[in-house]
C-alpha cells in the first residue's frame, strides 16, 4: 500500500502547478527583449564606439527617465483594461500651470502671477495630476463613458488650457523647488534616472507581489468576474488613474527641471513613445496582460535605438516614423505569437 501511496504521489509533485507555470512563462516573457537590447548595443557599438562610453549611456538614461514615468503610468492603465491619452498632455500642463502661479511676472516680462509660494511647487504639480486622474476617473469610471473618448477629449483641453495661460510662450526663470529634482545628480547619476528606476522597482513589486496588483491584473482580464470575486473594480480602477496622473505630472515636473523651462508644447506628441515602449514591451491593449518590467525594457531599447540612429546621423524627424512603425511591428508580433486578436 505504501509502495502505491508513494507512486501515485510521485507524479503529482513532480508535476508544476498551473500558477508556477504561468509564472515561468510570464518571466520568460520579461526577458524576450533581452537579447534585442544586446544587439542593439553591439550595433550602436559598430556603428560608433562612443555609444557603449559611460557618458553616453548615461545620456540615454536621462533622456528615458522623465518619458519612462509616462510608460509606468500607461502600463499599469493598460494592465486594468483601460486606456489614458491624457497623460502626455498632464505631463506639460501640470508643472505649467505651476509655474504660472509661482514666476515673477517682472522677471519674465507679463509672463505668470506670481501667487503661489515656490515651497508648495512641488506638491501642488503632484496634486494637479491627481486631480486631472481623478477627473478622469469621475468621468470612467462613475458615469461609465468610454476610456478612449473621454482622455482624448482631456488631451485636447489640457493642452488647449497649457497653451492658454501661457499664451503660447515658455514658462522660464523657474524656482529652485521645481528645477532641482531634474538637475540635481545623486552619486554621480541624475536624480531623475534614480527616481526612475525606483519607481519601476516599485511597480514590480506592487504588480508582482500585492493584492492590488493581482487585484489589477485581475479587473483587466475580466472586470465581471473580478467584481464577482469580491474585488472592488470601481476603487481600484479610480485610484489607477489617481496614480497615473500624479506619476505623469512628476515625469513633467523632471523635465522641466532637466531645461529650467515649461514650453507651451511640453508632451506634445510624447503619448506615441509611450506606446511604442508599452506595446513592445509585452503591455496588452486588451488588458490583463503585461508587466512592469517588461515595460521598462521596452522604453529602453526604444531610447537606445533612437540613440544609435542618432550617433548613425539619422534625422530627427524620422522619430515619429521608427515610433509608429514599432507599434506596428509588435502588434503584428504579439498577434502571431499570442494567437489572440487584438480589438
Do not use: C
Not at 500642463?93 to 506670481?114: E, F, K, M, R
Not at 499664451?167 to 522660464?172: E, L, M, P, R, S
Not at 519601476?200 to 504588480?207: K, N, P, Q, S, Y
Not at 502588434?331 to 486578436?341: C, E, I, N, P
Amino acid at each position: 500500500m505504501s509502495d502505491t501511496l508513494s507512486t501515485n504521489a510521485a507524479p503529482a509533485a513532480a508535476a508544476p502547478s498551473p500558477q508556477r507555470r504561468g509564472l515561468a512563462i510570464a518571466r520568460l516573457r520579461d526577458l524576450a527583449l533581452v537579447p534585442a537590447i544586446i544587439a542593439v548595443a553591439i550595433v550602436g557599438f559598430v556603428v560608433n564606439p562612443v555609444f557603449l562610453q559611460p557618458d553616453n549611456i548615461v545620456n540615454v538614461l536621462q533622456s528615458m527617465s522623465e518619458i519612462s514615468i509616462v510608460v509606468l503610468a500607461e502600463t499599469v492603465v493598460l494592465i486594468a483594461g483601460k486606456m489614458d491619452l491624457s497623460l502626455e498632455s498632464t505631463f506639460g500642463l501640470a508643472p505649467g500651470l505651476v509655474a504660472w502661479l509661482v514666476v515673477d511676472p517682472a522677471v519674465t516680462h507679463g509672463l505668470g502671477l506670481h501667487v503661489l509660494p515656490p515651497a508648495w511647487a512641488v506638491p501642488a504639480v503632484l496634486l494637479t495630476g491627481a486631480l486631472i486622474g481623478a477627473f478622469n476617473g469621475l468621468l470612467i469610471v462613475r458615469f461609465g463613458l468610454n476610456g478612449f473618448v473621454v482622455t482624448l477629449g482631456m488631451l485636447i483641453v489640457l493642452r488647449g488650457l497649457l497653451t492658454g495661460i501661457s499664451g503660447g510662450k515658455t514658462f522660464f526663470a523657474l524656482p529652485a523647488s521645481m528645477t532641482y529634482l531634474g538637475s540635481a545628480k545623486w552619486l554621480g547619476m541624475p536624480a531623475a534616472v534614480w527616481l526612475s528606476l525606483a519607481l519601476f522597482g516599485a511597480g514590480i513589486v506592487v504588480l508582482g507581489f500585492t493584492r492590488p496588483g493581482r487585484a489589477l491584473y485581475a479587473i483587466g482580464g475580466n472586470a465581471d468576474a473580478a467584481r464577482a470575486a469580491g474585488i472592488r473594480t470601481d476603487r481600484v480602477l479610480w485610484l489607477t488613474l489617481v496614480v497615473a496622473g500624479v506619476l505623469a505630472a512628476l515625469a513633467g515636473l523632471l523635465i522641466s527641471g532637466r531645461l529650467a523651462s515649461v514650453p507651451a508644447a511640453q508632451g506634445s506628441g510624447a503619448i506615441f513613445q509611450v506606446f511604442a515602449a508599452a506595446v513592445i514591451g509585452g503591455v496588452s491593449l486588451n488588458g490583463g496582460k503585461g508587466t512592469v518590467f517588461g515595460a521598462f525594457t521596452g522604453v529602453l531599447l526604444l531610447f537606445m535605438i533612437i540613440n544609435v540612429l542618432t550617433l548613425a546621423g539619422v534625422p530627427a524627424q524620422w522619430t515619429n516614423f521608427l515610433n509608429g512603425a514599432v507599434i506596428l511591428v509588435a502588434l503584428v508580433l504579439s498577434r502571431v505569437t499570442g494567437g489572440k486578436a487584438q480589438t
